[in-house]
């Protein structure tokens, strides 16, 4: 059930959407474990773009419904963050600028991520830009609201 449950069609979809953008060379969801894996990456691969996928958490109640509430449907929110590496040393801010523009509108591109129980999209980028010559590196983040019933996430 995991590999075709709602959160993973999610992940994999973002995954696909992403890849879809020219200014990435690559889309992952296995993490850098440092500065060692990020350099020793082909520079074919720069932009590289990871999908890293949070636990769905149940979704604030927006009804009068208690919180033991029987329903077979369930409305969680699952976090997603998108970590972007370039290499660029000349001019980073206007990369990452770009790409971050290109990835935001992807997401907003279809805000049911061609779900039919998918909800909603939010945008939630991270001011924080990390900047070590030749690399730099940003965050988008995410969260998708979707349903679902209480044999999985």
Do not use: C
């Not at 949070?54 to 919180?67: D, N, Q, T, Y």
């Not at 061609?114 to 730099?136: C, E, M, Q, S």
């Amino acid at each position: 059930m995991a590999s075709n449950s709602r959160r993973e069609q999610i992940l994999v979809r973002m995954e696909a959407k992403l890849n879809e953008l020219s200014s990435l060379k690559a889309v992952d969801r296995k993490p850098l474990t440092g500065m060692k894996e990020l350099s020793s990456i082909p520079v074919t691969k720069i932009p590289l773009a990871i999908v890293l996928g949070k636990l769905p958490v149940p979704a604030p109640k927006e009804s009068g419904r208690g919180p033991g509430s029987n329903s077979d449907i369930n409305k969680s929110v699952l976090g997603i963050d998108i970590l972007v590496y370039i290499q660029d040393a000349k001019t980073p801010d206007t990369t990452i600028s770009n790409i971050a523009d290109d990835v935001w509108a992807k997401l907003f591109e279809d805000v049911q991520q061609g779900f039919k129980w998918v909800i909603a999209t939010k945008v939630l980028p991270d001011a924080n830009i990390a900047v070590w010559n030749p690399y730099a590196a940003f965050k988008m983040g995410a969260e998708i609201t979707y349903l679902h019933g209480k044999e999985g996430i």
